[in-house]
Nanobody
């Protein structure tokens, strides 16, 4: 019954912005960390960001620091990834995943289907 549904992807020009949503169901968001990953063609999966469910602490890949912001709305059971100053190298399928615990260092599971982000002129 656990389900994660990503949305908000699309085509955007370099320098533009998108906000991705990860709608969670089947579990209480404030008990589990939520991770964002991305997979670009020909590249390894990359961890983008994570938010801790207990203290709200966050982390980011060096490649997105200062440009991306992860946040959550527990009442809506939704996690967001605000992406600003997008670059062509941000092009990827973006996935969210539920952490095993409230923390960001304990693994993850229950991936969604992903949403495509394409940054191009």
């Amino acid at each position: 019954q656990v389900q994660l549904v990503e949305s908000g992807g699309g085509l955007v020009q370099p320098g533009g912005s998108l906000r991705l949503s990860c709608a969670a169901s089947g579990f209480t968001l404030d008990y589990y960390a939520i991770h964002w990953f991305r997979q670009a063609p020909g590249k390894e999966r990359e961890g983008v960001s994570c938010i801790n469910s207990h203290d709200g602490s966050t982390n980011y890949a060096d490649s997105v620091k200062g440009r991306f912001t992860i946040s959550r709305d527990n009442a809506k059971n939704t996690v967001y990834l605000q992406m600003n100053s997008l670059k062509p190298e941000d092009t990827a399928v973006y996935y969210c995943a539920r952490g095993v615990t409230y923390g960001c260092d304990d693994g993850y599971k229950n991936w969604g289907q992903g949403t495509q982000v394409t940054v191009s002129s």
